[in-house]
């Protein structure tokens, strides 16, 4: 015969406690039912597992191989739960995240720092990908999520927008259109512009506003991260 997890769970009780009573309380459960199961287990294995001594129940001597033997598998058991309290909790986990360039240079350093405020004991790893790295890297599991500008289309992916930006003009400070709160489209026209270039998603958002006025989108400069963008820029 084989023996049950219930079986075990109150064998593990009696020894506790050593009595039958105490078994029962540890279990929330009659008194007589835990009587009848170690009887009635008692007779299926063929094993006296217990020495009956006035009220008391002391584990038999030909019975210590079994006792070892369930004492380690409930060692298991609250080594199991101390794990699954630790993964809730973040301890000793690591979070594998990636984000693109123009992402991980501020807004995703703000994200981690927040969540380290929250899960102090978990590690992160943190990667830069371009766009073309994003599914593998999601569809092999080499990480958890992507922080990333622009929605990622993919039957096998889940997109979940987060925050709303907004398109701005970055000019250097002695420039003419700086401290301006506008600057359409048709001015821009006669600028040497610095951009991302079609057909880059990017590129792709950044061209709408000069598409939709009948604007050609002519860049002087092509470059695909924000941050050469930003540095560009400051270069006048």
Not at 18 to 35: D, E, N, Q, R
Not at 52 to 66: L, Y
Not at 139 to 164: M, N, R, W, Y
Request: aromatic share 6%.
């Amino acid at each position: 015969m084989k023996l049950t997890l219930r079986q075990i769970e109150v064998i593990r009780a009696v020894q506790i406690s050593g009595t039958i009573t105490g078994a029962a309380k540890l279990l929330h459960v009659s008194t007589p039912g835990i009587s009848r199961l170690i009887k009635h287990t008692e007779s299926s294995v063929g094993i006296n597992l217990f020495d009956r001594i006035g009220k008391s129940f002391v584990p038999s001597a030909n019975a210590t191989r079994i006792f070892d033997e369930i004492n380690e598998i409930y060692t298991k058991v609250e080594t199991l739960n101390e794990s699954v309290l630790r993964h809730r909790d973040g301890v000793g986990n690591t979070m594998a995240m990636a984000a693109t360039a123009s992402i991980a240079q501020i807004i995703a350093p703000r994200v981690t720092a927040l969540f380290c405020q929250k899960y102090p004991e978990m590690n992160i790893d943190l990667e830069i990908l371009k766009m073309e790295e994003w599914v593998d890297y999601l569809l092999l599991e080499k990480g958890d999520f992507v922080v990333c500008s622009h929605e990622l289309k993919h039957d096998a992916l889940t997109a979940i927008p987060v925050v709303q930006g907004e398109q701005v003009v970055i000019v250097p400070r002695a420039h003419a259109f700086s401290g301006r709160d506008q600057i359409s489209v048709k001015e821009l026209v006669d600028e040497k512009l610095i951009g991302v270039a079609l057909p880059d998603p990017y590129g792709e958002i950044i061209s709408r506003p000069f598409s939709a006025n009948g604007l050609a989108y002519e860049l002087f400069i092509k470059t695909r991260f924000s941050h050469n963008i930003l540095t560009l820029v400051e270069q006048g």
